[in-house]
């Protein structure tokens, strides 16, 4: 009989030896290989149970490491959020939208709500229309029997 029958495989952590990153450097990693891009600020209260760490800078220090070494990459900031935030590159670079791509560069513009407003009432008219319609269609059906 065999002792190894009901055993699972063994598997041992050998990315942080194989890279030689220290603790506060792979919770980083971890954190936004899980959730995402994130700021400075997300990175630090997210990766509390990883690792502690004392301050900001010490996060911003930390990112800049990763960075130099080609694990992480600023972001540019997007519009509307007031921060920039950081993706790893483990998985190769980060996608981004095209919407995010071309914003602020030859947007449309914006509809005025009065605008929208006045093509909602026009489609509410159109649809009671075809609504009328179906109905005299449905009484001249139902009257042939």
């Known amino acids: 009989m065999q002792d190894n029958l009901g055993r699972v495989p063994k598997y041992s952590e050998s990315f ?4 030689n990153l220290v603790q506060r450097e792979a919770a980083i990693l971890c954190i936004l290989m899980l959730r ?8 630090r209260g997210r990766t509390e149970r990883l690792h502690p ?4 800078e010490e996060v ?4 800049q490491t990763l960075e130099e070494w ?5 972001l ?4 509307g959020r007031k921060e920039s935030r950081y993706a790893h590159l483990l ?3 980060p996608e981004t ?3 995010e791509k071309t914003a602020g560069i030859d947007s449309p513009p914006r509809t005025t709500d009065n605008e929208a407003l006045a093509k909602l009432q026009e489609e509410v008219i159109s649809l009671r229309q075809d609504l009328e319609v179906l109905k005299q269609t449905f009484l001249d059906f139902k009257g042939q029997f």
Do not use: A, D, H, M
């Open 16 to 19: 942080l030896k194989k890279t």
């Open 36 to 43: 995402g891009p994130q700021t400075v600020g997300e990175i």
């Open 53 to 56: 760490f004392e301050s900001l």
């Open 60 to 63: 911003q220090k930390t990112l």
């Open 70 to 74: 080609g694990y992480v990459k600023l």
């Open 76 to 79: 540019p900031r997007r519009p």
């Open 91 to 93: 998985s190769g670079p």
């Open 97 to 99: 939208k095209e919407e």
